[in-house]
């Protein structure tokens, strides 16, 4: 499986931006599709992850109510549209992919990873 993410950019506080993540590969229903940013100097974290039907998305209490996670099976694409964004949000993000469950905190068991794709919000 291979994960291509895009989208990144330098924005202002307030704009919006939608990153992608393009998945190759022999993925199946059986995955749960995420997003993890890692700041410079702090852990990465759990952002937002969705069911691939697409029934079902979590997210960080942090991005909850700007970030919306959707997907495109026919694309075999997910999509992260962040809105309201703030100075704290800059941070590289991952997509990310693992079998049967979500995984919240710094994901270090995730069955794959993309390159990451790098975001940053002036004030």
């Known amino acids: 499986v291979q994960l291509q993410a895009s989208g990144g950019g330098l924005v202002q506080a307030g704009d919006s931006l939608r990153l992608s993540c393009a998945a190759s590969?022999?993925?199946?229903?059986?995955?749960?599709m995420h997003w993890f940013r890692q700041a410079p100097g702090k852990e990465r974290e759990f952002v937002a992850a969705?069911?691939?039907?697409?029934?079902?998305?979590w997210d960080a209490d942090s991005v909850r109510g700007r970030f919306t996670i959707s997907g495109d099976g026919a694309k075999n694409t997910v999509y992260l549209q962040m809105n309201s964004l703030k100075p704290e949000d800059t941070a590289v993000y991952y997509c990310?992919?693992?079998?049967?469950?979500?995984?919240?905190?710094?994901?270090?068991?995730?069955?794959?990873w993309g390159k990451g794709t790098l975001v940053t919000v002036s004030s």
């Open positions: 990310a992919a693992n079998r049967f469950v979500v995984v919240r905190g710094t994901g270090s068991v995730m069955d794959y």
């Open positions: 969705i069911s691939w039907s697409g029934d079902y998305t």
């Open positions: 590969g022999r993925i199946s229903s059986h995955y749960y």
